[in-house]
């Protein structure tokens, strides 16, 4: 027989205080994550950038070819 533990589950109830926006503190709080984050040096920033467009060009181009030799292959079936 397998026993179940009932938890009970509290939900947080906003406070008043809480209900309204502080624009102070979410600068703040922004200022803090935009400190954590790890920003890409200049070349990494352009190689990764190419190697997107040159995989997006890529897979463009096999998409475009694809779809031009379907519209072939049922031109010569219809």
Do not use: C
Request: glycine share 6%; hydrophobic share 45%.
């Amino acid at each position: 027989m397998v026993k179940k533990d009932a938890k009970k589950v509290v939900e947080k109830q906003p406070s008043d205080s809480s209900d309204s926006f502080d624009a102070g503190s979410f600068v703040k709080g922004t200022r803090e994550e935009l400190s954590k984050v790890v920003w890409p040096s200049r070349q990494q920033l352009i190689s990764e950038s190419a190697a997107v467009i040159l995989m997006v060009g890529v897979s463009a181009t096999l998409i475009y070819l694809v779809d031009k030799l379907f519209g072939w292959a049922s031109r010569q079936v219809f």
